[in-house]
């Protein structure tokens, strides 16, 4: 029995979901031995080196370079610098329910720039997802000196996460055009290509040790070559928003990655509050979801090229 497209955009986005949650404590293990450069370059190599067959043939309109240069410098580039720093001033636990402000701003974009739209009930969740994320960064410890340094590393992952919704918006558009593999692999070079050159420049030493190279491998196929596939895909399926509306659920994994990693982290419980409060408005937004608009939302981002609906 095949399984009808719109649900394997579903499962999709829910198996990255997956890949997404375990995202921040894998990079927190390998950012304790590596610089944050050469992560950002080699997490974006590897899958840049399995995905390179898909350029073959490839052809680009003149008018969709200025589109991909930006989801490739915001997305590729400036996000996981920021993205990376921000992880080094904060805990995985607080990185993990960070990083679903992602789909926030995913959302917010897709409304704005794409013309999706959703149902009173779901904005009134999204508004949940917003307060949640917060909570989570500042904790309602405004006065609090020590909280500075957590501090300035959330709203760090808070700005990747603004710099990740708009490489999605622009992804998203494209992907009308351009297949899925042969984008995401032009956004890998360019990211490649760019910490190519900040390497050396910032005298970051290339040398991985040994006990870490599994996580980095891992971290490369999985939360992001496979994680990115699964993403637009999803984007092709369903639609920006409502992809964007499910990804907070790798909080669930998240945390669970974060404690087996960094067993001696805790939360707050003002931190428990905003991400229940985030977990709990993604679900009122799935049970209280509006019907998809043919071409308007769930079928925005399908292709127009020729190469079929099911193509990556």
């Given at each position: 029995m095949k399984i009808p497209q719109r649900t394997r955009g579903y499962l999709a986005i829910v198996i990255a979901a997956v890949l997404f949650g375990v995202w921040p404590s894998l990079s927190k293990r390998v950012l304790t031995e590596v610089h944050p450069f050469v992560v950002a370059l080699l997490i974006q190599l590897i899958p840049a080196?399995?995905?390179?067959?898909?350029?073959?043939?490839?052809?680009?309109?003149?008018?969709?370079w200025p589109l991909l240069a930006l989801s490739g410098g915001v997305g590729a580039v400036a996000a996981p610098i920021v993205y990376f720093y921000g992880l080094e001033r904060t805990t995985a636990s607080n990185s993990v329910l960070l990083s679903n402000s992602e789909a926030l701003f995913t959302i917010l974009f897709a409304y704005a720039f794409l013309?999706?739209?959703?149902?009173?009930?779901?904005?009134?969740?999204?508004?949940?997802?917003?307060?949640?994320?917060?909570l989570v960064t500042t904790q309602l410890r405004f006065g609090d000196v020590q909280f500075l340094g957590f501090l300035i590393g959330n709203v760090m992952?808070?700005?990747?996460a603004v710099c990740w919704g708009t490489s999605n918006t622009a992804s998203a558009v494209l992907l009308r055009r351009i297949p899925i593999f042969p984008l995401l692999e032009v956004q890998l070079i360019f990211g490649t290509v760019s910490f190519a050159v900040l390497v050396p420049l910032s005298g970051a030493p290339l040398a991985v040790p040994s006990d870490i190279l599994p996580d980095l491998l891992l971290l490369a196929a999985?939360?992001?070559?496979?994680f990115s596939v699964l993403f637009f895909y999803a984007f092709r399926t369903i639609g920006a928003m409502r992809t964007g509306a499910i990804l907070p659920t790798s909080a669930l994994w998240g945390i669970l990655a974060a404690f087996y990693f960094f067993p001696n982290e805790t939360l707050s419980g003002v931190q428990v509050v905003g991400g229940a409060l985030m977990?709990?408005?993604?679900?009122?937004?799935?049970?209280f979801r509006g019907p998809t608009e043919t071409r308007a939302a769930g079928e925005t981002l399908k292709p127009e090229a020729s190469d079929g609906p099911d193509s990556p």
């Open positions: 080196i399995a995905l390179s067959p898909s350029l073959r043939r490839l052809r680009i309109a003149r008018s969709d013309g999706e739209r959703a149902t009173p009930r779901e904005y009134l969740a999204l508004g949940g997802i917003a307060v949640g994320a917060f992952l808070v700005g990747a999985s939360a992001v070559g496979m977990v709990g408005s993604l679900v009122v937004f799935y049970l």
